[in-house]
């Protein structure tokens, strides 16, 4: 149980029959990109058949630490609207939205469904992750199968933080939020896929 940020691929994304699926989803946001004018988005791609740790062509990570340090951080580096941007989104699509986009659509944890693009995501989250400077180089890039979530509650980080110390290592729980939220963006935009919450 819990809560886990996944990546979607085209059969889910496009299945109306399923109970799991996202047609319902997927129609609504296509309505709502043609009424603004914006070409449908339909280059979703397939999920792998077999999950193949650090190959990067799926994404799966636990919401897991407290998010009270994450908190406080994007309240003093960014602007409410930035953070409201960051931290309230419940599909992300891989693709630069001016404004997010509210859909009259549940999802699994709420009767609508807010949509914001990878890249302004993507953005905030380089800036949270310069202002703690992040180690990103040593984080895992590659989510296919709970690997930032493990790295940062196994002992991987701690043992990290202690060789290579800095504003990162002296609250993990927050510095595995911002590693979340820059590797989602990183893959949206890399594999074309959306990531919902699941």
Same mark, same amino acid.
């Given at each position: 149980?819990?809560?886990?940020?996944?990546?979607?691929?085209?059969?889910?994304?496009?299945?109306?029959?399923?109970?799991?699926?996202?047609?319902?989803?997927?129609?609504?946001?296509?309505?709502?990109?043609?009424?603004?004018?914006?070409?449908?988005? $339909?280059?979703?791609?397939?999920?792998?058949?077999?999950?193949?740790? *650090?190959?990067?062509?799926?994404?799966? $990570?636990?919401?897991?630490?407290?998010?009270? *340090?994450?908190? #406080?951080?994007?309240?003093?580096?960014?602007?409410?609207?930035?953070?409201?941007?960051?931290?309230?989104?419940?599909?992300?699509?891989?693709?630069?939205?001016?404004?997010?986009?509210?859909?009259?659509?549940?999802?699994?944890?709420?009767?609508?469904?807010?949509?914001? *693009?990878?890249?302004?995501?993507?953005?905030?989250?380089?800036?949270?992750?310069?202002?703690?400077?992040?180690?990103?180089?040593?984080?895992? #890039?590659?989510?296919?199968?709970?690997?930032?979530?493990?790295?940062?509650?196994?002992? $991987?980080?701690?043992?990290?933080? #202690?060789?290579?110390? *800095?504003?990162?290592?002296?609250?993990?729980?927050?510095?595995?939020?911002?590693?979340?939220?820059?590797?989602?963006?990183?893959?949206?935009?890399?594999?074309?896929?959306?990531?919902?919450?699941?």
């Amino acid at each position: 149980m819990g809560i886990y940020l996944v990546s979607v691929g085209a059969q889910e994304w496009f299945d109306t029959e399923d109970e799991g699926g996202r047609g319902a989803l997927a129609a609504a946001l296509g309505a709502e990109l043609s009424r603004r004018g914006l070409p449908p988005y $339909e280059s979703v791609p397939q999920a792998p058949e077999r999950l193949v740790r *650090g190959a990067g062509l799926s994404f799966e $990570e636990k919401l897991v630490p407290p998010m009270d *340090g994450f908190d #406080a951080l994007c309240r003093a580096q960014l602007s409410q609207q930035e953070y409201e941007l960051l931290c309230g989104w419940s599909l992300l699509v891989p693709f630069a939205l001016d404004e997010e986009i509210w859909l009259p659509t549940e999802n699994s944890y709420a009767d609508t469904t807010m949509v914001a *693009g990878a890249p302004q995501v993507l953005a905030l989250a380089e800036r949270l992750a310069s202002a703690v400077d992040l180690p990103v180089d040593a984080i895992p #890039a590659a989510c296919d199968n709970l690997d930032l979530t493990m790295w940062f509650l196994d002992g $991987e980080a701690q043992r990290f933080a #202690a060789a290579r110390p *800095g504003p990162w290592a002296e609250d993990l729980d927050a510095a595995f939020y911002v590693a979340l939220y820059l590797r989602a963006a990183q893959h949206s935009l890399r594999r074309g896929c959306p990531l919902v919450y699941s």
